[in-house]
């Protein structure tokens, strides 16, 4: 049986055809208690709206919207089990092999029908990346010789397959997939632009089309505009809270969890400074309070020192995002001191990621994801944004922990937890924001606008 997300789903799979008439309308608001089908919210968010790569375990589009865009073949249910989502049912065990197969008719927001070369496609582009380490030592996928629907893995161990393919970092996308074009198989779609992003209700979806027809989500250029535009009652959410001046008047405060860590990452260019735990040893000498207006979510008494010893530096951090912006400058005045001091530097995503990838820098705020929302899954998403072949260790040797705060394992990384990307403000009292079934982010395609008077 298939998760009740889907059954929900279904019921208004009904009302994409709204040109069927007023009639069938109202039947299908009544049946899901007045939710209707035509709802639109805006929102600005100080994050940035240009790409959307759910492969990119740093990409903030991906934590903030890829849920609302992607579908991955499996998902976890409440007891941390794996269920066929976009598979047409478990993988199935055939002598020494296991194959899995796609649910027939699959098709993207933009129409272009899916199969199993597009799995193959999407599992090959996450292996590129961090998702290697959770891939671990679990066989390539191979094209089934006769059943253009199914892979064939070289594993009896099915459950473990379905589990990873879980993973939101597995999320199946079409082989001409491009991150400034997302096309996915969730329930909205989106248009992109330098400082916009417009979600739309997916006709095509795999588990059934959003309830709102739309959300408009405007670039913040600071962590005001946000606050602003929802007190002005311009805007439907308020990121970080209720208004920049004062609470909006029936504003509804919600925070839906974590959708990442924030992190700080040293590089080669830091020297000596640069070393495994100087990041998390820096960030533990930083006081909580200085940092409440991030909503960066339970942060550790200090401890130690938060003074830079490297040479004068700079800060990389994302330049579509005020929200790192600030937090990095906020950053940098606690880390500088005379002769050692740190200052923000802002640059597009894909310099991000080739620095990033070279170690081409002394410090860099960014995001990572996890792989899943077990303990396990941040630990490993942490090592594997460093090195996912060193990653692959901590998933074959899980190490034993009394705890899995993050930030014990990142005291062997070069790379610190600051906090969490919390889900987080207040929103409109006619807006109905859903919680994300892992109970980890917002879930935009439950999300609805209430009917007057209901």
Known sequence: MDHPLIARRQLIAWGALLAAGAALYSRSAAALGRIPLDGKIA?????????????????????????????????????GEPFPTLAADAPVIETTRTVIRLREGLVTAQGAPLDARDALFSIQRAKKGAAAAWWGDLPAPLPHRSDRRALVFATTDAARLARTLSSPLFALVPRTFDPAHPD???????????????????????????????????????LSS????????????????????????????????????????????????????????????LAPERFQRFGLGSMPAPTGSAEWGGRPCELWVHEGSAFMGELGRTLSSLLSRPGHEVAVKAAPAVEMARRRAAGAFSLMLGIVRAFSVTGLGSHIALAAAIDPKNARELLRRPPRLATFDPRTVTRTLTLGVLGELRVMGAHAPDVHLARSPTAEGWDLGSSYRAVPGS
Do not use: C
Request: proline share 7%.
């Open 226 to 285: 946000s606050l602003r535009s929802f007190e002005g009652k311009l805007t439907d959410v308020g990121w970080l809270g209720a208004g920049l001046h004062g609470a909006r008047p029936g504003a509804q405060s919600f925070d839906m969890g974590s959708v990442a860590w924030i992190v700080l990452q040293t590089g080669t260019e830091a020297g000596t400074w640069g070393g495994p735990g100087v990041a998390q040893s820096l960030l533990d000498g």
């Open 43 to 79: 929102m600005t968010l100080p994050w940035p709206l240009d790409r959307v790569d759910p492969h990119d375990i740093a990409d903030p589009g991906a934590a903030l919207f890829g849920p609302a865009l992607f579908e991955q073949l499996y998902a976890l249910d409440a007891a």
């Open 184 to 222: 996915g198989t969730g329930a909205m779609t989106a248009e992109l632009g330098p400082s916009r992003m417009v979600l739309r209700r997916n006709g095509n979806a795999a588990r059934g089309p959003s309830f709102l027809e739309a959300i408009t989500v405007e670039q913040a250029s600071d």
